[in-house]
């Protein structure tokens, strides 16, 4: 007996995998050798069966009752079709579970809970998602007219003039434009270098 599986990946929250192993446990463990993902693979749900690739039929499934959702590629020429799904975890778990009810093996569907560990590496994903994000003084509940701090020099404050930019002296630039200019370096994050009432931009992001 196998189990079809909904797996889980922080380093891409829109997408799940669905796929058969005659042993999850050591399929996971298996994907989780590569160091070419930021965050390790976890196990969601499985559904226990005794058909082998009958994971098949869940993803003609899906496919019919939603093509798209589906990661497709074409790479030299040649289709690439993968077990990802553009899905939360919880619409392919509510799939398994129709699916299981309709036959009537809802005991053979297990849902599995999150480690401290996944918690901790989930909320550090969600973190670096939002830094991805271009900055906006609106994000962090600031409007034009505050003034924020520069880090290496406490005598030296801007005022901001809209969402993205501020006003330091006669010049008006974008904070990251004003770190470089400051520091004489390049390719700064402005936000990691200015304050506003002793906290550092970046840290006030809305998560």
Do not use: W
């Amino acid at each position: 007996m196998g189990s079809i599986y909904i797996m889980t990946n922080p380093s891409f929250k829109e997408y799940v995998k669905i796929g058969y192993a005659a042993d999850a446990q050591k399929r996971l463990d298996e994907l989780n050798r590569s160091t070419a993902v930021p965050f390790a693979f976890r196990i969601y749900a499985t559904y226990d069966t005794d058909q082998r690739l009958s994971d098949v039929e869940v993803h003609k499934l899906i496919d019919k009752l939603n093509p798209d959702l589906r990661s497709v590629e074409e790479l030299k020429g040649k289709k690439r079709v993968r077990e990802f799904y553009a899905m939360s975890a919880e619409d392919a778990y509510d799939l398994l579970q129709s699916v299981a009810k309709i036959s009537g093996t809802e005991k053979y569907l297990h849902l599995f809970k999150m480690s401290t560990e996944e918690m901790k590496e989930d909320k550090t994903a969600k973190e670096n998602a939002a830094r991805k994000k271009r900055f906006c003084f609106s994000m962090i509940g600031l409007k034009p007219g505050d003034k924020v701090v520069f880090i290496k020099n406490k005598k030296v404050a801007a005022t901001i003039v809209d969402d993205t930019h501020v006003q330091y002296g006669k010049e008006t630039s974008t904070l990251s434009a004003l770190a470089e200019k400051l520091l004489n370096k390049k390719s700064l994050r402005g936000p990691i270098f200015f304050t506003y009432e002793g906290r550092v931009l970046d840290s006030m992001r809305k998560l």
